[in-house]
DNA sequence: CTGTATCCAAGTAGATACTG
DNA sequence: CAGTATCTACTTGGATACAG
């Protein structure tokens, strides 16, 4: 999703049957590291600006280099507003778009399944883990 | 999520304060490749089983290996069932557990707004891309 | 039929240094 | 402050060959 470079569809070899579906793709886009995050933190924040300093200290362990490619491609991607105040130091305003926010809907209900069952998924884990020793 | 090795908790280096968020890690699984995919196939045969081939057959492109990769790292979710059948050759079914079925309620939601929305990010796409040149 | 093992290409993200 | 460039390590996934 970061780079350019890559088109919509694939190079694989057998793409010429496949559509791609959409929500691969969805998720091609919200599975990378940090972008379910900036969503969350631009949702709650909703309808208010973020800015970048903001969003890097709401997101623990982000880089600078990962949250500017982060929010650049929800820029893209429509799900963002970017808005720049020109001043020196110029200071960068994000905002989730009404698709933005439509995206939030499902994301949290997705939230929610985690938070509520990841325990579960761990526990199964551990106990594969133990059988095959 | 396919690889063992990997610990819970990566090595970057603030890993102490981060309790890795659970959609975070929830993403790292559903967003791999093929497993969306996957639980949707299988979500749309429950409460039946699926065999191996056919979960093949239904999945366009999937190579034997990943489809193996993605159901195992399923089972050791405790996502999904899987039954051998001791015939030779062997026949091996793979099933929801009712944790899998609970987690499809929320992906389905993202698959519906995927299919709903992500031609809008293919436009914004578009026009990002005609703007920057 | 259903895997597993190996090897390899590509993608993803981190550290660091530098710019307007 | 916000962002870009480079360089590197790690991870993902595909091709292929082989096994129970």
Redesign the pocket.
């Known amino acids: 999703?970061?780079?350019r470079?890559?088109s919509p569809a694939?190079?694989?070899?057998?793409d010429l049957f496949d559509p791609e579906c959409p929500t691969r793709r969805l998720l091609?886009r919200i599975?990378?590291?940090?972008?379910s995050m900036a969503v969350k933190v631009l949702a709650e924040a909703a309808p208010h600006e973020v800015?970048?300093?903001?969003?890097?200290r709401r997101i623990p362990?982000?880089?600078?280099?990962?949250?500017?490619?982060?929010?650049?491609s929800l820029v893209r991607d429509g799900l963002v507003t970017?808005r720049?105040?020109p001043t020196?130091?110029?200071?960068?305003?994000?905002r989730l778009t009404d698709l933005g926010l439509s995206l939030d809907v499902p994301l949290a209900a997705l939230r929610t399944w985690a938070e509520e069952n990841m325990a579960r998924i761990d526990r199964a884990n551990a106990i594969s883990d133990s059988e095959a020793g």
Chains 1, 2 share one sequence.
Not at 31 to 35: A, E, L, M, P, R
Not at 88 to 94: A, G, I, L
Request: charge should be positive; hydrophobic fraction near 30%; charged fraction near 25%.
């Open positions: 999703m970061t780079s470079p890559a694939k190079q694989g070899r057998g091609d599975g990378t590291k940090w972008t800015r970048f300093a903001e969003l890097r362990g982000v880089s600078q280099k990962m949250l500017s490619v982060t929010l650049h970017r720049v105040e020196v130091p110029p200071r960068v305003h994000y």
